[in-house]
């Protein structure tokens, strides 16, 4: 199979993962870290929390930031737990692009709610001001509660992804209106640019137009690059055609390496390279000295949400389970008739876990039923599990949940990072200043041809 | 009249006058400033520069700064004249926001071509970014080369003032949406919020709508306050309504307390107190130790752009000039034939300026021609200036535009503010923390009940 071999040759050529730091909420993924001991309550609001961790991940060698966005849908437990996102996405990359000097800087903007000459010009600007670290991760944008926002009800998916393949074609367009040498800027001469290097783009579509040209030249990467984040066939064909980079989410090794193969593939049908595309599925962690502190550490984060999932984990297990009985492992009975949810891609890795003997909180406790991957336990379970999804071609890499964005960042740049650099998977340093370099993303300036 | 008696109250209130800086394209307002030697050419994309440009207002206890806004408007003469804008208004002052303490941030934003939703998290999100500190100057936008941009063409005036209102009153109910007491995020009781006072605002207009709520609690300030600019009896309405403060341009005394008044009237229509309003009219300044060096500075700066500018001239004073004789005065049989324009405010200010006997080149180096009142001389005259509007009500302070955004700033706040500080025209220091406690204006928490 064609994965397989290129692969191998990744391998030979010694190639080595991306990571990621996702930031949010300015506490952590998990919903009881704005209580933690250490955490300031106060960093759902504080531009300095989300600085800081910046630069913690910037110290680990990370390749980027992923700020995701999603406003409005996130008020459902507002009385007990943080909001997921960030206050907003730009202004948060604003403040880490002038505190630090290398890593990338990519957030989430809809293509559906957005102007799409204002996420243009705020891309593009974030792209000058960070000296070439900008990545846009184009989504469309779904939910009912979201559209509310916009006082709009979420349009089909056939419309959502025609205005994203024209928004991003307009977009990249306008980013590429002023060529590579037109900022003249020579005060001897008094040219300031080349006219007949700024062009108007006059795209029409069905769904956005704009004249243009954009008035910001090329930054030191030329332009930003794009991210997509998804896994539906939209998403592989709009990625194919646009990202060098996907956020991914993937429960399995099989999942992952089938998803990046169809990014793959779509890029291959778009006539680019497969290597242009990077695929990078989540991970969260939660690293102590041992797999006992790592799940205390968890309990205490969870607190009482813990019991609150016993529900969920019966459908997945498709057996009772009894929540006044949370420090007991379950029973041979139960664990002879449970039978992992076939629509769950967690519940099979659920039961492993209740096969190992842990409680019924512990269970819960490994994160079985998170948003991604969990790693619980010490830094070398993390980097194992790196190095074999990226050894089986399942990622490119990985962006990280921390469990809690103050020591949750620092245990993994600590713990894991040296792992993973000492087995040559990682690198030592940044070898590039800009985003596209740390991606091996090919250089985009004018207006690219095969659009 | 009403607003002599409200001068006067001034007047024994000790009430003194605002001051805000123009910043643009990070040359300053002069079309020739990119060239200026001491200016570095790159400053069009350098927020070093405008960070240094807003510290050194902030140096002088100008109580804000103002970035206007026009996208796409601006590329006329880019061979050989920087676009007038930033990049992008509301990165640079997020970087301006992390890297200043005090002075107030306030941007244009259109609320013509902007998503409310998008335009209310962002000021919202600049606010607690600068613990207090934003204004947002709402204003619709014309001209169908910015339209183009956004793939339109220009709403009737009736339409874009109808949207603008209902934008201003939506984005206000979004800032209000959290209560003042709303976040609690008390570590130890594990409430996060109050959700009984996080409130869906449900607003359905005409042209604009949304459910809400916005997810950000108050800032220091509460929520940011609102500008306009304009001078048509539309602006009046608009800031009558919600504005705290307005961006004048008015080149006489005698306009701009007419205008004043006008936007007093509009206030107390809307039953707010008159004084919540405060008009501040543009001036334009080239300071130096006399007129001769202000001039020699203003001719080096404008080069070879003073010669086009005669055939204007012509038309404001109505009598034919030569402009191969630059360097002559006009000769008594111009001076007495001459005709001011009665289509342009500025023309009896250029005659007055030509009876003095200065060169035709030097006449338009007065700036006669320019987009405000220009200061061409020593301090004491913008202050003389300055203390003039203030002192008859034709003004309640000025946003200045430096010609160079180097040392333009520097001389304004060295050689101007002190002597306005002396005539006790001028604080000493800022009273306050916030953009509000700057302006005096009101506290507004949830939803504004008059609206």
Redesign the interface.
């Known amino acids: 199979m064609a994965y397989n071999e290129s692969i191998k040759n990744d391998a030979k050529a010694g190639k080595q993962m991306l990571i990621g730091l996702h930031l949010g909420n300015g506490y952590g993924s998990q919903p009881g870290a704005?209580?933690m001991p250490g955490?300031d309550?106060?960093n759902?609001?504080s531009?300095d929390a989300r600085v800081k961790q910046a630069q913690a991940a910037e110290r680990g060698k990370f390749q980027f930031i992923f700020l995701p966005d999603g406003?409005?849908a996130?008020?459902t437990d507002?009385?007990?737990?943080?909001?997921s996102?960030n206050?907003?996405v730009?202004?948060t990359l604003?403040?880490v692009a002038?505190?630090t000097k290398r890593i990338g800087l990519v957030a989430t903007g809809s293509t559906t709610?957005?102007?799409p000459?204002?996420l243009a010009?705020?891309f593009?600007?974030?792209d000058?001001?960070s000296h070439g670290r900008a990545g846009w991760n184009a989504v469309t944008s779904s939910g009912n509660d979201v559209a509310?926002?916009?006082?709009?009800v979420i349009p089909s998916s056939e419309e959502r992804y025609g205005r994203a393949h024209e928004v991003i074609q307009l977009i990249q367009a306008l980013w590429g209106s002023w060529g590579k040498d037109a900022?003249v800027?020579?005060?001897e001469s008094?040219?300031?640019?080349?006219?007949d290097q700024?062009v108007p783009i006059n795209l029409?579509g069905k769904y956005?137009?704009?004249?243009?040209?954009l008035?910001?030249?090329p930054s030191e990467q030329g332009q930003p690059i794009i991210f997509h984040a998804g896994g539906s066939p939209n998403a592989h064909e709009m990625a194919g055609r646009f990202a060098n980079a996907v956020i991914g989410a993937a429960f399995t090794i099989e999942d992952a390496r089938a998803q990046r193969n169809a990014f793959r593939e779509a890029a291959k049908r778009y006539g680019r390279d497969p290597d242009e595309i990077k695929y990078i599925p989540g991970l969260m962690t939660t690293i102590a000295k041992d797999r006992r502190a790592a799940l205390d550490r968890r309990i205490q984060l969870a607190?009482?949400l813990i019991p609150q999932r016993v529900g969920y984990l019966q459908q997945m297990l498709g057996i009772p389970l009894d929540s006044t009985r949370m420090d007991e492992p379950l029973s041979k009975a139960q664990l002879a008739a449970a039978r992992p949810s076939p629509y769950d891609p967690r519940a099979a890795h659920a039961l492993k876990i209740a096969r190992e003997g842990w409680s019924l909180r512990d269970i819960l406790a490994h994160g079985v039923i998170d948003y991604h991957p969990v790693i619980v336990g010490p830094g070398v379970e993390a980097a194992d599990h790196m190095q074999a999804w990226f050894e089986a071609g399942a990622a490119d890499g990985f962006w990280i949940s921390a469990d809690v964005n103050t020591d949750g960042i620092d245990v993994f740049v600590d713990e894991v990072v040296p792992i993973l650099q000492e087995r040559g998977l990682f690198h030592q340093e940044y070898e590039s200043k800009t985003l596209r370099g740390h991606l091996g993303a090919p250089d985009q300036y004018g207006i690219d041809p095969r659009v």
């Open positions: 704005w209580r955490v309550p106060e759902y609001t531009f406003p409005g996130m008020l507002i009385e007990t737990e943080s909001p996102f206050l907003d730009m202004l604003a403040a002038r505190e709610f957005n102007e000459y204002n010009k705020q593009k600007a974030l000058i001001m509310a926002n916009y006082g709009r900022w800027h020579d005060q008094g040219q300031f640019a080349r006219k700024i029409q956005v137009a704009s004249r243009g040209p008035y910001i030249p607190g009482d």
